[in-house]
Structures are given as structure tokens and as C-alpha cells.
């Protein structure tokens, strides 16, 4: 929100007041607690009659210090709060040197002259990352009595701002104003499914606002040299997150709030949808899976949407039986031929299901101030909401889904969360504008809760639209409904990017497009992307996404890269493991793996899938794609062309080749069984090496389908024109060096070393 016109002028009925010094400090161990009136003190008469700020200032985990602005402390602060399960006790050292005082959490330390003008600064490695200056802290009133808390943290000059949630504007967020604000707005509008009070910048820092209702962001737009956010409270809370890498700052951050979990290995293959509107009944289903299997294309999930309850009815939770007589048998048969089952499902509950009786009667449903249920017709028509602060309803929504996991249902897609009314009242008196963008946490961590009890650890996984901070937790989460062309495609994967660089570790999208009807040559393009993504699914809206549809080209596409998909299984799977185990996303802006080069400062149209591997999807008719390569020589891994970085390419590729580069110094596993995507991936591994230097060595590490372990480790170090390699699989394996076409060598298993010749073309 902005609050000021201009730099000079406050807007008409706007009244600030800023932090102006330091009147008090009360220094503990652990903990600072400044006291800041809004105006310089000059005598006994200038404590009177003016507000007096307090400052809380703490470290919940090494690298990261908190700072608690608070007007009045009186006010009643009903919840809901972040849940923030990495924050500790006892971190961080205060200590005073004259009228210094400083709060020091690993390298960063917050750093206030109480003798000075207020200022906050933040340092780190000898610099200062940020600060709150002048005008950074304080509160502003409105002509209608509203109360809004503020801070400001400067910005260096050239310094740029990303994350915020999955956002479809420009990627860096330098100049523009966000809420976070939970919207069904589609993927072309600066509303967002999933809003995220978290930004990182490229000078060696994140902050995260610790508050779940709107805040509001100003990045670089009302002070150009200043990120501004603002919450109507009486209390800001807000943590610096320390890098000095966006990496780092990724891990402490999600260290904070939530790791992601891992999701089950058989997820990373191809989904296949029956689409939202289409008509389709168990005929559709197998006529789907049948022309896929007749067309080569493995398929590994299978996905019921919307219509598999009956019209109306949303969610019930009961079969269309009219067009699913036998849904036990159906997902059996399903099953037999080695599909998992998706089943769509929402919050809502429709006033014709027979679960809305129930829902009233047993107060389960969200209600007005005045006692009766809250309801509206947009989407169902007389729908209700599910009180997921409720422990009782949440018991009876999962009783639902248990049927349906009973019945061979695996995972769901947990639809919406988005449009959630603050003219209501929570069983657990939860604030409703906190509530607005915290719901779909609740929401989604019920059914996800479920899924793992059920399931068991790590078979658990949704296929969900909304998040919040910590929603991370919860994966995968997909981009929401975009439009069939390459402009949405481009948007789809700036709002992946940026869902990446707010601490969510998988992603996926709607492979051709939500609403309309793709192209052949955008569908095909689009299947590329997707399939070079932590998760694939083909879904539509009025259209069925099955590639014969679309052409042959279309179907030879989808199938080369669904099997390419699979064969990078296990390079996928290590880049998940990673995202479980640090938060760094499997799909990367370049800014994340190259901080250092300024050229990747505004890139959105490319990313790095994986430590080693750059995408630059096609977004044109004609083949055409502009890229950049950072330094060193890289090689395309489908055609072996090599290209020299730094530099940017322009280039125009066929239907069945794009830039899929494998970075300098790698080695890219690629599993023996192109078919399915889990496997025994160490048996017949092929590890492909590109460019590897003189002296270069690198531990590879092939992981376990189950879990977070690794089923066998290569190590592989060049001396001159030789190349060694230890490992400890018992399996056979191969190695290739450069492209699909480069020397392969094989070995059988127990060849626990090998001294093989390395040259390259």
C-alpha cells in the first residue's frame, strides 16, 4: 500500500510516524528490546503525548535475526500464526561497545548507534546488506481510523528483488506493487494462487514478513531505493535471512518454515488427464490409456478431474454412477496395467450434496456472524466452506477421502483454497482477514496428512493450486489455470520461477495449456517444457490433452521426451532430494546457480532443471529461441552441438530438439529403462560426461527410489587424456563422454574401477 505522494507529501488523511531515535535499550543475552519515540527527544515535556515504539529484536536460527515492531501491545491478536518449525531457543549473541549495541546470529549481525538517528543496519562479511533508515520503521493512520504497521529495508543501487510467491509479472519484482492476497485470477494478472511474504535479493539476503493476512509490498515503487511492507496490525514482525548465496538463503529460510517433503519417485513420470468440462466415462479412460500404450507413450498416473462426482454435487466425494457404475473395478483394472489414480477434490460443499445437510447439522461449515452457514453460487451453486480449524471437521472431510484411498484413489489434486470470505466467523476464532490467505495451509495440510498416515512416509503427494508461506511442505503444486498459447506458457514459467524462489521445491503446470484449445506447434512445444519440469501433467479445460489430437509430430515429441524424462529419472530424483533436504527448488532461475554473473539478473524464459542442466524452452511458431550460456563450454545433450559461453545464442530448432544444455565439469545419470520412471537406476546406469576439464573431479551420487538415501556413488577424476572412476555398485554400468553420439564405454558388474581413455570431439 502506498501511503505517501510523492517523496515530500503524505496522501490526504494519511498521518505517519517513524521510529526517530533510541530512547531505551534493555540488552539480555539473547535478545535486544529498543525504545524509539517518533520524535526526537529534547526535554522531560517530549515524552508526553506521543506514541513510543517497541522494538524486539532476536535470532531464532543462525543467520537470521527477527525484528517485532509494535504500536499499542495491547491489542487482541487472534491467530492464526506461521507455524515455524525451525525456530530455536538461545541463538545469538548481544553485545554493547559504547553507544553501540549489536545482535550477532552466525555472519549476520544487526548493528544500532543509540547515540545516532534511528537506523537499523544489517550486516554481514564486512558490508552492510540492508537497513532500516529514516523513514523504516514505524506506523501510519488513515481518515477511516485504520492502523497500519510499516517497515522499510533499503535497497543498493542495482540490487533486484524476487520471489513473493508464484508470481506472473516480471520476475524481477524491482518497481512493482504486490499484495499478498490469495485470488483465483489465473496466471495473466498481477493476482497469484499462491502469495508468499517472502523476498530474497541478489545481495546476500532474504526477508520474510512473519504475518498470515494481507501484507502490503512496495518494491522500489513508492521509494525507488527502498522495499516497503506495510499490515493493517498493530505489531510487524518481520526476519532477515542471511545467504550470502540465494541458496543459502533458501536453505535458512526453509529451514524456518517448512522443508518440502519428498515426493514418491513414480511421480516424476507422465500424468495424463480426462480434462475439466470434456465429457468422459470409463470407455473415455481406457480409450486414453489404450492410445497412449498403442503410441508407445508410458504412462504413470491417471487423473479423474471435476466430473467424476456428480453435477451439483461438489464435493461429496460420491461416484457418478450414471457414468462410473463400478468405480472400485474401474481403478482396479486402472491399476492392473501399472497407473496410479489421481482424484480431483475442493473445499467446498455444495447445498444439493447430501453432505451439506450433515455439514450443518453437525457445524462443520463456516458461518456468518449471525449464525447461519456463509454461502454463495460462484463455482456451486449454494456452496459452503469447509471449517478446517476444526479438528472435528477435519475428521469428517478426511473420513471422505479414506473411502476414496480405499478404493485405489493414490494422491489428490486439492483444487482452490483461494476465494475465502472474511465476513465469517471460525470455530477456533481465528482472525478472518489472517485467515483469507492462511486457509489453504490448513487446507492442504489435512488432506496431506492424511495421505502420509494412509500411504505411509514418503508415498504422499498432492497436486495442489494455492499456498501460503510453508505451503512448501505440501508438495507438488502446479501454476493454476493458464490460457492455450505461447504467451501463457512464458507466464507459467516466470510464476514457476518465482514459486522457486519463495522456498517451494517442486512445480508443475497445465502441458498445453488450461483454457482454449492449443496449437499443434504450441502443444508440442509446451509438452517439451513440461516434460523438462519437476512434474508432468497434460490437462485442459474444454479440450482433451491427449497428443494424437494434435498431430503426429505431436505424439513422436511426447513420446521421445517421455522417455527422456525417464532416463533422467534418477538426475531428477537426486535434484528432489536435494530440494527435501536444503529447499532449493529442482527447477532453478539462472540467478540461484549463477549469482555471480549479471547478465542472469532478469532471466525468465530459461532455467536450470537440476544443478546441471539449462532449458531454454521455445516460445515461437518458427523455431526461433534466444538463450544465454553462462561461462565455459556446454553441450546440447539431445544434438552434441557445443556452445561456448558466456555469450547469448540464437538459434532455431526443429519440432524434436531444443536447448537442453548440460553445464561444463558434469555428469548427467541416465537410467537403462526408458519405460517407467522408477527403477533399479544404478543397473545399467549411463553416466554421460560433458566437458570435463583437465584436473576435474566430481562425486556422483545415484539415488534410492525410496527415500532420501542413494543406492551407489561414482567418483570420476581426468588427468589429461585419462578418466577414473571408482564406485561402489555391484551393478553393470556405462559411461559416455560429450553427446548421444560421443565414445561409450561399458563395464560389467563388480567393476568396482576403471581407467578409461577421455576425448571429446
Keep these: 500500500m502506498k501511503f505517501t505522494d510523492g517523496y515530500w507529501l503524505m496522501r490526504p488523511g494519511h498521518t505517519a510516524h517513524y521510529a526517530a531515535e533510541v530512547a531505551d535499550v ?70 554493547r561497545d559504547g553507544t553501540v549495541v ?138 532477515v535471512v542471511h545467504g550470502p548465496t540465494p541458496k543459502r538463503i533458501l536453505e535458512r529460510y526453509t529451514a524456518l518454515t517448512g522443508r518440502p517433503a519428498l515426493p514418491p519417485a513414480w511421480a516424476l513420470g507422465l500424468w495424463l488427464t480426462t480434462s475439466f468440462t470434456t465429457d468422459y466415462d470409463e470407455a473415455t479412460v481406457h480409450r486414453f490409456v489404450d492410445g497412449m500404450a498403442e503410441r508407445g507413450i508410458p504412462l504413470s498416473v491417471f487423473h479423474l478431474d471435476c466430473f467424476w462426482m456428480r453435477a451439483y454435487q461438489w464435493c461429496d466425494f460420491e461416484w457418478d454412477a450414471d457414468t462410473f457404475p463400478d468405480p472400485v473395478g474401474m481403478l ?18 455444495a447445498q444439493k450434496s447430501p453432505m451439506f445437510e450433515e455439514g450443518v447439522r453437525e457445524g462443520h461449515l463456516v458461518r456468518r456472524p449471525d449464525g447461519s452457514v456463509w454461502q454463495w453460487d460462484l463455482w456451486q451453486p449454494g456452496m459452503a466452506l469447509v471449517d478446517f480449524t476444526d479438528p472435528a471437521a477435519r475428521a469428517w472431510y478426511t473420513g471422505r477421502l479414506r473411502t476414496l484411498l480405499d478404493q485405489g484413489v493414490d494422491c489428490f489434486k486439492t483444487d482452490f483454497g483461494e476465494r475465502i470470505p472474511t465476513d465469517v466467523v471460525w ?22 496428512e492424511l495421505l502420509r498416515e494412509v500411504r505411509g512416509e514418503g508415498e504422499a503427494l498432492l497436486f495442489a493450486r494455492s499456498a501460503t508461506a510453508g505451503g512448501q511442505q505440501y508438495p507438488v503444486h502446479w501454476g493454476g489455470d493458464c490460457e492455450s498459447h505461447f504467451n501463457a506458457m512464458a507466464e507459467s514459467l516466470r510464476g514457476g520461477l518465482s514459486l ?37 501433467r497434460l490437462h485442459g479445460s474444454t479440450s482433451y490433452r491427449v497428443p494424437w489430437d494434435y498431430g503426429e509430430e505431436a505424439v513422436e515429441v511426447t513420446r521421445a521426451f517421455t522417455l527422456l524424462k525417464h532416463r533422467l529419472a534418477p538426475y ?32 525468465d524464459r530459461q532455467y536450470m532443471l537440476g544443478d546441471d542442466l539449462l532449458v531454454a524452452p521455445v516460445f515461437t511458431d ?6 544465454y550460456v ?84 561414482f567418483r570420476l577424476r581426468r588427468r589429461g587424456d585419462r578418466l577414473h572412476v571408482t564406485t561402489d555398485s555391484r551393478h553393470p554400468w556405462r559411461l559416455r563422454v560429450g553427446g548421444p553420439d560421443g565414445t561409450l564405454h561399458a563395464r560389467p558388474a563388480g567393476t568396482a574401477e576403471a581407467d578409461l581413455p577421455y576425448a571429446e570431439d
Aim: charged content about 20%.
Design 427 to 448: 470455530h477456533d476464532g481465528s482472525d478472518p482477514e489472517r485467515m483469507h490467505n492462511h486457509y489453504t495451509q490448513l487446507y492442504n495440510r489435512t488432506v496431506f
Design 102 to 239: 549489536e545482535l550477532a546470529s552466525g555472519d549476520l549481525t544487526l548493528r544500532v548507534d543509540t547515540a545516532a538517528p534511528w537506523r537499523l543496519d544489517f550486516t554481514a562479511d564486512g558490508r552492510v546488506l540492508t537497513s532500516a533508515g529514516e523513514r523504516g520503521t514505524g506506523f501510519v493512520t488513515d481518515a477511516e481510523g485504520r492502523h497500519f504497521m510499516l517497515g522499510q529495508l533499503s535497497l543498493g543501487v542495482g540490487e533486484s528483488v524476487y520471489g513473493l510467491g508464484e508470481r506472473f509479472t516480471p520476475l524481477v519484482r524491482n518497481g512493482q506493487s504486490v499484495d499478498i492476497w490469495q485470488a483465483d485470477g489465473g496466471t495473466s494478472s498481477e493476482q497469484a494462487y499462491k502469495n508468499v511474504p517472502f523476498h530474497l535479493t541478489d545481495r546476500g539476503y532474504g526477508v520474510f514478513v512473519n504475518h498470515p493476512g494481507r501484507v502490503g509490498y512496495e518494491v522500489g515503487s513508492e521509494a525507488v531505493g527502498q522495499v516497503q511492507f506495510s499490515v493493517e496490525d498493530q505489531s510487524l514482525e518481520y526476519f
Design 500 to 536: 522457486g524462489l519463495s522456498g517451494f521445491g517442486f512445480w508443475s503446470h497445465d502441458i498445453g495449456g488450461f483454457e482454449g484449445t492449443p496449437t499443434p506447434t504450441v502443444f508440442t512445444r509446451w509438452v517439451q517444457f513440461g516434460l523438462l519440469s519437476s512434474h508432468s
Design 572 to 603: 531428477l530424483q537426486r535434484a528432489a532430494q536435494q530440494a527435501h533436504a536444503t529447499g532449493v527448488p529442482v527447477m532453478r532461475a539462472m540467478v540461484l546457480e549463477f549469482p555471480d554473473d549479471p547478465a542472469v539478473t532478469t532471466l
Design 622 to 627: 518458427d523455431g526461433t529461441v534466444e538463450y
Design 630 to 713: 553462462p561461462e565455459g563450454p556446454w553441450t546440447n545433450v539431445l544434438t552434441g552441438a557445443r556452445i561456448t559461453g558466456p555469450r547469448w545464442v540464437r538459434e532455431r530448432h526443429e519440432v524434436h530438439t531444443l536447448p537442453l544444455l548440460a553445464r561444463p565439469d558434469s555428469v548427467i545419470p541416465l537410467g537403462a529403462d526408458d519405460q517407467r520412471p522408477v527403477s533399479v537406476w544404478q543397473d545399467g546406469v549411463e553416466l554421460r560426461v560433458h566437458a570435463f576439464a583437465d584436473g576435474a573431479e566430481r562425486t556422483l551420487a545415484i539415488p534410492d527410489t525410496e527415500g532420501p538415501g542413494e543406492a551407489a556413488r
Design 332 to 349: 482396479a483394472r486402472l491399476k492392473e496395467r501399472g497407473l496410479r489414480i489421481s482424484a480431483w477434490i475442493n473445499p467446498y460443499i
Design 26 to 95: 534493555r540488552a539480555e543475552e539473547h535478545r535486544l528490546t529498543l525504545y524509539a519515540p517518533v520524535k526526537r527527544v529534547r526535554g522531560r515535556g517530549d515524552t508526553l503525548n506521543s506514541p513510543l515504539l517497541t522494538v524486539e529484536c532476536w535470532s531464532p536460527a543462525e543467520g537470521v535475526i527477527g525484528v517485532r515492531t509494535t504500536h499499542h501491545a495491547g491489542a487482541v491478536r487472534p491467530g492464526p500464526e506461521f507455524a515455524l518449525p525451525g525456530a530455536e531457543q538461545g541463538v545469538g549473541a548481544v553485545r
